[in-house]
């Protein structure tokens, strides 16, 4: 039976419950439910350099989970350097907070071999590899020089930025051709897919489109669609026990009726954090009907402590949540409460029911799950309405939720507030179609949808 090898930067048990995080979550409800082996970083950087790096292998339910630690060289290279100070930020749009080095690149492609390596002493002829996100864009190309030919996808979970973008990372041209090492490429937007596509035609004047099929370096490849979801009846169940119902109560006591608003999102400069607490004290001095009628709860947890952009971002969220709530709070009221810490998935459904609205502003993001599970946490009855960033894969699916531009601070505040004074019957009918396209998305069909593309590869494939 062919096997299904899913490779992603971070490995998490999921018998240890989902961290934080989309991909993590994503993956670890996908495989759940299909089996396979996970291969990947287990987290652990090396103390001692000359000890060499190892791998460990241990079940978990249906899966076998394959890692690895990483040097202290390689975490600095491969992860906090070309990952997440080139790649990250040049993604999403942000070249100002590019940080190059040649040395990080080349540590990123040797991470990349050494992964494929490992790989091909596992590997049996009807395999189907799945590569997740942009740390390993290389590790096809390198499988294949490993003598691999078996179906290969990759799925890039944040944006792909326009050529005019992309052509500023120094290793873009090395990045696109290796891209075509794979059989199936997906994106979580068409604007995403249109981008490679326009890229590499610009590199490659033999590239050519056929419907789904995109031909350039020597090889044709399905570049693709697959928008990503959650678990839908997952989430939903967890929004509605006996165990939520005391959470959102000793809320709704705590809060005397106020209107809560809530945003969950990873501590990243890429999710408009600034800008949303500015938009919450925009929203304060436009309709201040509010002071003492609404709490805003942001919860933060950091990610990437390491990187210096994420400290920066840190202090600025404690400074700014400080100054909003000095100058409005009341001896018995403030507007923001900012919470820089994890929850159980079971608590932030029940903190997401018991919220009237959702801030929801990245400046740019592939999908973003959080619009899905507010959506999936509401009571139907009684639903409460997401503001959503434009700039958000998600937005180009939930076109009931209040779209707004996050970078216009009286534009959001403006749709907050609508989205506070928005009528039960007009919110009962856009929750309706919200579901539907939440549904629509779950993350089992997005898996089954991507996995069907590869299967066919398998059955095309003579062993
Ligand atoms: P992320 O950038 O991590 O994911 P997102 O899709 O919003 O963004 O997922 C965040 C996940 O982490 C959600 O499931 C959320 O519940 C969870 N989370 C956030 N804060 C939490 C907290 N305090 N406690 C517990 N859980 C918390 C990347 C891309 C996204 C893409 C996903 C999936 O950047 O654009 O949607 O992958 O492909």
Same mark, same amino acid.
């Given at each position: 039976?062919?096997?299904?090898?899913?490779? !992603?930067?971070?490995?998490?048990?999921?018998?240890?419950?989902?961290?934080?995080?989309?991909?993590?979550?994503?993956?670890? @409800?996908?495989?759940?439910?299909?089996?396979?082996?996970?291969?990947?970083? &287990?987290?652990?950087?090396?103390?001692?350099?000359?000890?060499?790096?190892?791998?460990?292998?241990?079940?978990?339910?249906?899966?076998?989970?394959?890692?690895? %630690?990483?040097?202290? @060289?390689?975490?600095?290279?491969?992860?906090?350097?070309?990952?997440?100070?080139?790649?990250?930020?040049?993604?999403?749009?942000?070249?100002?907070?590019?940080?190059?080095? &040649?040395?990080?690149?080349?540590? +990123?492609?040797?991470?990349?071999?050494?992964?494929?390596?490992?790989?091909?002493?596992?590997?049996?002829?009807?395999?189907?590899?799945?590569?997740?996100?942009?740390?390993?864009?290389?590790?096809?190309?390198?499988?294949?020089?490993?003598?691999?030919?078996?179906?290969?996808?990759?799925?890039?979970?944040?944006?792909?930025?326009?050529? !005019?973008?992309?052509?500023?990372?120094?290793?873009?041209?090395?990045?696109?051709?290796?891209?075509?090492?794979?059989?199936?490429?997906?994106?979580?937007?068409?604007?995403?897919?249109? #981008?490679?596509?326009?890229?590499?035609?610009?590199?490659? %004047?033999?590239?050519?489109?056929?419907?789904?099929?995109?031909?350039?370096?020597?090889?044709?490849?399905?570049?693709?669609?697959?928008?990503?979801?959650?678990?839908?009846?997952?989430?939903?169940?967890?929004?509605?026990?006996?165990?939520?119902?005391?959470?959102?109560?000793?809320?709704?006591?705590?809060?005397? &009726?106020?209107?809560?608003?809530?945003?969950?999102?990873?501590?990243?400069?890429?999710?408009?954090?600034?800008?949303?607490?500015? !938009?919450?004290?925009?929203?304060?001095?436009?309709?201040?009907?509010?002071?003492?009628?609404?709490?805003? =709860?942001?919860?933060?947890?950091?990610?990437?402590?390491?990187?210096?952009? +994420?400290?920066?971002? #840190?202090?600025?969220?404690?400074?700014?949540?400080?100054?909003?709530?000095?100058?409005?709070?009341?001896?018995?009221?403030?507007?923001?409460?900012?919470?820089?810490?994890?929850?159980?998935?079971?608590?932030?459904?029940?903190?997401?029911?018991?919220?009237?609205?959702?801030?929801?502003?990245?400046?740019?993001?592939?999908?973003?799950?959080?619009? #899905?599970? +507010?959506?999936?946490?509401?009571?139907?009855?009684?639903?409460? =309405?997401?503001?959503?960033?434009?700039?958000?894969?998600?937005?180009?699916?939930?076109?009931?939720?209040?779209?707004?531009?996050?970078?216009?601070?009286?534009?959001?505040?403006?749709?907050?507030?609508?989205?506070?004074? =928005?009528?039960?019957?007009?919110?009962?009918?856009?929750? @309706?179609?919200? =579901?539907?396209?939440?549904?629509?998305?779950?993350? !089992?069909?997005?898996?089954?949808?991507?996995? &069907?593309?590869?299967?066919?590869?398998?059955?095309?494939?003579?062993?």
């Amino acid at each position: 039976m062919s096997r299904l090898i899913v490779v !992603s930067n971070r490995v998490q048990d999921p018998a240890a419950g989902p961290g934080v995080g989309g991909l993590a979550v994503a993956l670890g @409800e996908a495989l759940n439910s299909s089996g396979g082996i996970w291969v990947g970083w &287990n987290g652990h950087v090396e103390d001692d350099p000359t000890l060499p790096v190892s791998w460990q292998e241990e079940r978990s339910g249906n899966l076998t989970l394959l890692t690895t %630690s990483l040097t202290q @060289e390689e975490h600095q290279g491969y992860y906090l350097g070309f990952a997440n100070r080139v790649l990250w930020p040049a993604f999403h749009y942000r070249l100002d907070l590019v940080d190059y080095t &040649n040395a990080h690149t080349r540590v +990123y492609g040797a991470v990349n071999r050494r992964l494929a390596m490992k790989i091909a002493t596992i590997l049996k002829p009807d395999d189907r590899i799945w590569i997740h996100d942009y740390h390993l864009i290389p590790l096809a190309a390198e499988l294949r020089a490993a003598g691999c030919g078996n179906p290969i996808g990759y799925f890039q979970h944040i944006p792909l930025p326009p050529p !005019s973008i992309l052509t500023a990372v120094p290793e873009y041209s090395w990045l696109v051709r290796a891209l075509f090492a794979y059989d199936v490429v997906g994106f979580q937007t068409e604007t995403d897919r249109q #981008h490679l596509i326009q890229q590499v035609c610009q590199q490659e %004047s033999a590239a050519t489109v056929d419907g789904e099929y995109v031909t350039a370096f020597g090889r044709s490849t399905r570049v693709k669609s697959y928008p990503i979801g959650i678990d839908v009846d997952r989430f939903g169940d967890m929004a509605r026990t006996a165990d939520a119902q005391e959470i959102i109560d000793r809320l709704h006591r705590r809060n005397l &009726n106020r209107a809560q608003v809530i945003g969950v999102d990873r501590l990243d400069y890429s999710k408009g954090l600034p800008e949303r607490l500015e !938009s919450v004290r925009r929203l304060l001095e436009l309709y201040p009907e509010n002071r003492g009628a609404m709490t805003f =709860m942001q919860i933060a947890p950091t990610s990437r402590g390491a990187v210096d952009a +994420y400290v920066d971002l #840190h202090e600025r969220l404690d400074s700014l949540s400080g100054e909003i709530n000095s100058k409005f709070s009341d001896f018995d009221w403030t507007p923001i409460r900012y919470i820089n810490r994890q929850f159980p998935r079971e608590t932030l459904a029940a903190l997401y029911r018991a919220s009237r609205a959702a801030l929801i502003t990245p400046l740019r993001d592939g999908m973003n799950l959080v619009a #899905h599970e +507010y959506v999936v946490a509401q009571d139907p009855e009684d639903p409460g =309405m997401p503001v959503l960033s434009r700039f958000a894969g998600a937005a180009d699916y939930m076109k009931d939720a209040v779209l707004i531009n996050p970078y216009n601070i009286d534009e959001t505040a403006i749709a907050l507030q609508t989205a506070l004074q =928005m009528p039960l019957k007009e919110r009962q009918r856009r929750h @309706e179609r919200l =579901m539907d396209v939440v549904r629509d998305l779950d993350v !089992s069909r997005w898996s089954s949808r991507f996995l &069907n593309d590869l299967g066919q590869l398998v059955r095309a494939i003579p062993s």
